[in-house]
């Protein structure tokens, strides 16, 4: 027996012992949801203390109470070895803490006991915690989803006290996990390189997820995934469809930190909140600070089983169209075609070859306003520009309209370019230290959105944009970090608290704008993937997952993607080949098919299309319109994954009802003359018969046209599918 386990079996033995010589039980708190249970409970010093998180349990089961851990010789104390649900720094805690604060008077010490309960049922808990003697408050806020058990939860924390109080760190909340062997599996990327899914063993210590940078960041994004591993006699070691997974994401756009920590006592915790980095939050005497939710879930079904829960969950609670957002418009994107370069004639050409293959929304991207030809002047300077649009945009719009489409427009409100009317005006608007430099990328600069002035001239001119002008549809992007984050116009001990204040007004823009303008839908963009969390998800409709559009690697990008989020909101565009990024070159099938797995989009240059170029992707955008609300909605399974340079990939997605199943099969490259491998498909009814229909490819001859569920999940299905960057898809539809 390892000495890990030893450890934790002498836990138990005094946990036991404990149970059976104490009379005192605390409180126990159980939620159930989906098929999964949490429970905590108060133990005998007063922590809240996390007890169960797992499969669901009987109704009538009970749950041994909460009693704390004993010291583990001098060195670590019961702070340190008990597990909490929101630890405070203080009282000899060695792991990590949810909240750290320093009081007026220099103390640092903050102890955490459970006060009172505030609201409690089945799925949801309000419970107070106090400080030992101090009167700091948090309350912890828990409601489970009753039908994928996912679990938000979420802080807030009074100061009570006389003077103000200084918060250092504030998470949204901590998860413990039962002693075990994990998996780790996280999303880092870059820009034009996001959503690598990255998986290693949990060790001794902790892995820290993080960003410094303002915003949710491409470096890595707010989600994790820990599966078990075997190594324990009762544990089933967890894979793409079997074993146990838990899960969480942060609904935060701005800096943001997650630690999965090993503990020196093999205890597993997650940790996930604001970035402690150069935070700084005061309260003053009677202020709270209400965190962001961190939502996470249980799943028995392995990582594929976890993303579904996700996926629906987003569908059904997150996203502003919830629970029943519409599957996103085909658009036309103009970026790609013509960069800078809009103008009336140009956008009206784009438009009519972008109806004639069936796209439902025209977007115009960068360049439309102030003296916007290159990404050095103009950001900031939102009037129509008047050389490229001598009538305003209403001609164009009213031209894409007349065509059978919507119209869509590209805004980046939080930034400025120093060669902008805005920026020679209201100098001191930006982000930045006086006297100190202010760091540009991409010729730019960040307002300061933490500003009440800022603020309200960054909605007023959108409130204005979208009362004067028919627009379905906002690409909101966002094409820089912050650097030097000085907020001058408070006192010097309130500036930190900038990485609350300007993504809560980003967020309050958002919530008033849609609130105007319920019609107006909305993408968040940054740079590609820098802004993807359960934060902005919350008010915008999509994402866009990378600029990378290059196909191959998209099917890599969408596979991590997809981890975490759902593919109805990932914008995938067919652009042109050889790609500007790779220099790959693919073909038009090929593209297609990669973006179909996602909410599809075209960014070609649509001027440089032959009529079999239009052919193809007027019958695709049509039999993609057939099918998408399963490919984007349904449940996703993948069959082959494209990791560690593999040749093939496959995903399959099946209609919530098991009507329908849509199947992407790709290769890279044919090797020793290997054929594609069979496919044995997954969750369909396996009584039903399913009829099969190809979108793009075939099966080996023999194949039967119509088969039942059993037999395509069991015999499976043989592609013929070989060659380099090839591509295949088909549909299975339920006869009766
Ligand atoms: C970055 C985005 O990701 C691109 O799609 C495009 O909109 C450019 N910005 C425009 O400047």
Not at 46 to 71: C, K, N
Request: glycine residues 8%; hydrophobic residues 35%.
């Amino acid at each position: 027996m390892k000495t890990s386990y030893k450890l934790y079996f002498s836990f138990l033995f005094v946990l036991l012992t404990f149970s059976l010589s104490s009379a005192q039980t605390g409180e126990i708190f159980r939620l159930d949801g989906g098929n999964s249970t949490y429970a905590f409970g108060v133990n005998e010093r007063g922590d809240l203390q996390p007890l169960y998180w797992g499969g669901r349990l009987g109704a009538h089961d009970s749950i041994p109470p909460a009693h704390s851990f004993p010291e583990m010789a001098s060195f670590d104390s019961p702070a340190t070895t008990t597990p909490q649900e929101y630890a405070g720094w203080g009282a000899g805690l060695f792991t990590e803490p949810a909240l750290k604060v320093s009081f007026a008077d220099g103390n640092r010490d903050l102890v955490l006991h459970f006060f009172k309960i505030a609201s409690s049922s089945s799925n949801s808990a309000e419970i107070v915690l106090k400080d030992i003697s101090r009167e700091i408050y948090v309350t912890l806020a828990y409601s489970m989803d009753s039908e994928s058990g996912i679990l938000a939860r979420s802080a807030s924390i009074e100061n009570r006290e006389k003077q103000p109080v200084l918060i250092e760190q504030a998470a949204f909340a901590q998860w413990t996990l039962p002693p075990a062997h994990y998996t780790l599996s996280y999303l880092t990327g870059r820009w034009a390189g996001e959503w690598t899914l990255n998986q290693e063993p949990i060790q001794g210590g902790a892995r820290v997820l993080e960003s410094r940078r303002g915003s949710t960041g491409h470096q890595a994004n707010p989600w994790f995934a820990i599966s078990r591993e075997g190594g324990r006699d009762t544990a089933t070691a967890a894979d793409e469809e079997h074993g146990e997974v838990w899960f969480g994401a942060l609904a935060w756009s701005g800096s943001w930190r997650m630690t999965v920590e090993h503990t020196q006592l093999d205890a597993l915790r997650v940790t996930g909140g604001f970035n402690p980095f150069d935070f700084g939050y005061k309260l003053k005497p009677g202020e709270h600070l209400d965190t962001p939710i961190f939502y996470a879930g249980y799943s028995a079904h392995g990582l594929g089983g976890a993303s579904r829960l996700l996926h629906h969950f987003e569908l059904a609670h997150i996203l502003p169209q919830a629970p029943d957002p519409k599957p996103r418009p085909v658009i036309y994107n103009s970026w790609e075609a013509t960069e800078f370069k809009v103008d009336e004639a140009g956008q009206m050409a784009l438009a009519e070859k972008a109806a004639s293959i069936g796209v439902d929304r025209f977007v115009m991207d960068d360049g439309w306003f102030g003296k916007r030809n290159t990404d050095h002047a103009g950001l900031g300077d939102w009037y129509v520009n008047p050389e490229k649009f001598p009538h305003g945009l209403k001609p164009l719009i009213d031209k894409v309209h007349s065509l059978g489409m919507d119209f869509g427009l590209w805004i980046e409100p939080e930034m400025v370019n120093p060669d902008s009317d805005l920026y020679r005006k209201h100098p001191d608007w930006v982000l930045n230290f006086s006297g100190r430099p202010r760091s540009e990328s991409r010729n730019q600069v960040v307002l300061s959105l933490a500003r009440p002035d800022v603020r309200d001239y960054i909605e007023g001119f959108l409130d204005k944009l979208l009362t004067d002008n028919d627009i379905a549809f906002l690409k909101w992007d966002y094409n820089r970090n912050w650097s030097e984050p000085g907020w001058e116009q408070v006192p010097a001990d309130e500036q930190k608290r900038v990485y609350v204040e300007f993504v809560r007004n980003l967020y309050s823009i958002l919530a008033n704008l849609r609130k105007k303008h319920p019609k107006v839908e909305i993408e968040s963009c940054s740079g590609g993937g820098g802004r993807v969390d359960l934060g902005i998800l919350h008010y915008t409709d999509e994402v866009w997952p990378s600029d990378n559009t290059d196909p191959f690697d998209r099917i890599l990008m969408q596979d991590g993607f997809t981890y975490a989020y759902t593919p109805q909101i990932m914008m995938a565009w067919v652009t042109d080949s050889p790609h500007w990024l790779n220099g790959r070159s693919t073909s038009l099938a090929y593209r297609m098919l990669s973006s179909m797995q996602g909410s599809l989009g075209i960014g070609a240059n649509l001027n440089h299309w032959g009529d079999e170029d239009f052919a193809t992707a007027k019958r695709l955008i049509a039999a993609y319109h057939s099918v998408q609300k399963t490919i984007v909605q349904g449940d996703l399974y993948r069959l082959m994954n494209p990791r560690d340079n593999s040749e093939l990939s496959v995903t399959e997605t099946v209609s919530n009802d098991k009507g329908q199943a849509v199947v992407f099969a790709f290769v890279n490259a044919t090797n020793k003359g290997r054929g594609f491998p069979l496919l044995q498909l997954r969750g369909l009814d396996p009584t039903a018969e399913y009829k099969l229909s190809w979108i793009e490819g075939k099966s080996w001859p023999d194949t039967p046209d119509t088969a039942s569920g059993a037999w395509w999940m069991n015999h499976g299905i043989q592609l013929m599918l070989k060659g380099d960057y090839q591509a295949a898809a088909f549909r299975l539809d339920r006869q009766r």
